[in-house]
């Protein structure tokens, strides 16, 4: 079975852009969820789609904002984009149905802003 | 607010040794669920352990044990026999069980060392 996958890897942007990064689910979960990973924060809870409807939400300005797909692919994207959004972005997808389940976590994506 | 604390931003082991990692929370829920997911260089974060606050027993998975203490609101792990892929950031994390529209709260996580 094929993993969490996010793309792309890498990515590099300028301040005022925006960015819309991708993740795509194991096969039969229905939860994607998105985290912030950086040096000083830590790692904190962006938000969670479940069957292409947000279910929880972060306390991130409304600049980030995501989505999900009738697939359960999700995409979030953030907007004009500030050198403090610099972090590694996680994506996790999961079953759904409990919200102690395990998460299954992907590779992240690299977001360096200049 | 719930609040996730570790205290230990790094920790060493001799490779064979046991090493316990401690986490301390913050909630005035009675019901929750704990976790320690581990996160090697390939940054994929993975999960270790899980423990539901209402179980008294706490929970194994082969060499990795947790000692989960409610009232003191603690939830160290404990590696028995470490081996070489044990080194990784180990972050312990919360979320509540029923209502809130959160995802886990995670701590600033423990980098564990393993020495030849």
């Known amino acids: 079975k094929a993993g969490v996958t996010q793309t792309p890897r890498y990515l590099i942007k300028t301040r005022g852009q925006q960015v819309t990064l991708s993740c795509s689910p194991i096969?039969?979960?229905?939860?994607v969820s998105w985290y912030q990973q950086t040096p000083g924060q830590g790692l904190q809870f962006l938000f969670e789609y479940f069957s292409e409807t947000q279910r929880n939400k972060g306390n991130f300005p409304g600049r980030f904002s995501g989505r999900q797909f009738s697939n359960s692919r999700s995409e979030m994207n953030v907007s004009t984009l500030e050198l403090g959004d610099s972090a590694l972005y996680l994506c996790a997808s999961s079953l759904g149905g409990d919200r102690g389940e395990k998460l299954f976590f992907g590779s992240g994506t690299q977001l360096s802003v200049l | 607010a719930q609040t996730v604390t570790q205290s230990q931003p790094e920790m060493s082991v001799q490779e064979a040794e046991t090493v316990t990692l401690s986490c301390t929370y913050d909630?005035?829920?009675?019901?929750?669920?704990l976790f320690w997911y581990k996160q090697p260089p390939s940054r994929q974060m993975i999960l270790v352990i899980r423990q539901e606050a209402y179980k008294q027993q706490n929970a194994t998975e082969n060499r990795f044990s947790v000692n989960f203490q409610k009232a003191a609101k603690s939830f160290s792990l404990k590696i028995s026999d470490s081996q070489l892929g044990d080194a990784a950031m180990y972050f312990c994390a919360y979320r509540r069980a029923r209502g809130g529209a959160d995802g886990l709260t995670f701590g600033k996580g423990t980098h564990l060392i393993i020495q030849p």
């Open positions: 096969s039969g979960h229905r939860s």
């Open positions: 909630t005035s829920e009675s019901d929750y669920y």
